[in-house]
C-alpha cells in the first residue's frame, strides 16, 4: 500500500507540472517535480518550470525517482541501456529497456542473453550501480562537453609574460565517445629564448561488454625544452575500467603506438614502433574538488632501450556554478633525447575555466 501511494503522489506531481514528468524524492522528504537532464559523477542535473537556473542534486541524496524519458544509462559493472527508470524502493531501480535499432551485435546471441545487448525487457539493479544516465531526447547538445581555461601571468623582472590556454571537447554516444584537447603555453622573457609548447590529442573509443573498451589516439607534441618541433603518435589498443562507481573511475590501457618525430635543429627526424602501457583514475566525489591523473609510458619496440613516459594530474576546484580554477602538472620524459635537448619537460599551470 505505502509504494502504491508514492507511485500515485509522484505521477500525479509529475501530470500536474505542465508536461514534466519526472519526480524526485529527496532523503530529506523534499519533492522536486521537473525533468532530469542527466546524472554523471554523482550529480544528478533538473530542471524545472520554477527556477531559472538547474538544480544540481547529489545522486545519494535521492530516496526515490519515477520518470517517463527515456536515458542512456551506464552501469558499474559496465553495461549499457536504453530505457526508462523508476525506482522500487528506497534502495532498488527498475529499468525498462529498449533498442529500437537493434544496431550492435557482438558475437552470436543465445536465447537469454542478457537485456543489454538484446534490447527489450526489464531490470532491477541496487539504486547505486547507475553511474551514468543522459536524456536521449535531448538530442545532439545534451551529449557534447567543452570546456576552456585561460592564465595568464606577468613580472617585471625581466620582463617575463607568460600565456596559457587548456581547451576540452567531448561527444558521448551510445556506444562510443570522442575527445579532443588542445593545451598551449606561450613564455617571454629579456635576454632569454622564447619558451613554447603545444600539446593535442583527439580519442575515439568504442565501448565492449563488462566496461572494456577499443581505443584510438591521436597525439601532438611540441616543445622547446626537448627541441621537439613535432611529436606525432598514432595510437590503437585495447582498455577497462577496473573501478567505476559514482565517485571513483579508475581504468588502464594497453597497445601499440606509431611515433614520429621531428626537431628545431638539424637532426634527422626518426620514426619508431612502441608499446604502450596506461592508467588513468578521476576522483570526484571530494566535495567541489576533483581529481585528474593519468600515467603513459612507451617502451620502444624498435629503438633498443629508449623509454618515455606521460605524466599528468589536474585538481580543479568549482566556485561558482560551471566555473572553476584548475592547478595542473604535465611531465614528458624520454631517457634517449636528441643531443643538446633535457631528457625531462615539465609545466606546472594555474587557470580559471568555464565547461559546458
Given amino acids: 500500500m505505502k509504494k502504491f501511494l508514492q507511485l500515485l503522489f509522484a505521477f500525479s506531481l509529475s501530470f500536474g507540472a505542465y508536461a514534466q514528468t519526472d519526480s524526485l524524492i529527496l532523503k530529506n522528504k523534499d519533492v522536486i517535480i521537473g525533468e532530469i537532464k542527466s546524472m554523471d559523477k554523482g550529480v544528478v542535473t533538473v530542471e524545472t518550470d520554477y527556477s531559472d537556473s538547474d538544480f544540481k542534486i547529489s545522486w545519494d541524496g535521492i530516496s526515490q525517482l519515477f520518470s517517463e524519458t527515456k536515458y542512456l544509462i551506464t552501469l558499474s559493472n559496465g553495461k549499457r541501456y536504453n530505457g526508462t527508470i523508476n525506482s522500487v524502493n528506497d534502495s532498488t531501480i527498475s529499468i525498462n529497456t529498449y533498442d529500437p535499432d537493434r544496431l550492435l551485435t557482438i558475437g552470436k546471441k543465445k536465447k537469454n542473453d542478457n537485456t543489454e545487448d538484446l534490447g527489450g525487457g526489464s531490470i532491477d539493479v541496487p539504486f547505486g550501480e547507475i553511474v551514468y544516465l543522459n536524456a ?12 576552456i581555461d585561460l592564465g595568464w601571468s606577468v613580472t617585471k623582472a625581466n620582463n617575463l609574460r607568460q600565456f596559457n590556454v587548456r581547451s576540452g571537447l567531448g561527444y558521448l554516444a551510445d556506444r562510443w565517445k570522442a575527445n579532443a584537447s588542445y593545451n598551449s603555453l606561450r613564455s617571454n622573457q629579456d635576454e632569454v629564448d ?24 591521436l597525439t601532438y607534441l611540441s616543445n622547446t625544452e626537448q627541441l621537439i618541433k613535432s611529436r606525432i603518435g598514432n595510437q590503437i589498443g585495447l582498455g577497462k575500467y577496473l573501478i567505476h562507481t559514482n565517485q571513483t573511475y579508475f581504468g588502464f590501457q594497453a597497445g601499440i603506438n606509431l611515433n614520429s618525430e621531428t626537431y628545431f635543429d638539424d637532426t634527422p627526424s626518426r620514426k619508431s614502433g612502441e608499446a604502450m602501457l596506461g592508467a588513468q583514475l578521476n576522483l570526484y566525489d571530494i566535495g567541489d574538488l576533483t581529481l585528474l591523473t593519468s600515467l603513459i609510458s612507451y617502451p620502444s619496440l624498435t629503438e633498443s632501450g629508449r623509454f618515455r613516459t606521460d605524466f599528468s594530474l589536474d585538481v580543479k576546484y568549482e566556485f561558482l556554478d560551471d566555473f572553476y580554477v584548475k592547478v595542473g602538472t604535465t611531465m614528458n620524459y624520454d631517457n634517449m633525447p636528441i643531443e643538446g635537448a633535457t631528457s625531462l619537460d615539465y609545466i606546472f599551470q594555474t587557470t580559471v575555466g568555464w565547461e559546458l
Avoid at 536521449?136 to 570546456?147: K, P, V
Fill in 136 to 147: 536521449l531526447d535531448d538530442g545532439f547538445w545534451s551529449r557534447l562537453s567543452a570546456n
Fill in 194 to 217: 622564447p619558451v613554447k609548447r603545444t600539446d593535442a590529442n583527439g580519442v575515439f573509443n568504442f565501448f565492449l561488454p563488462k566496461d572494456w573498451f577499443l581505443l584510438y589516439n
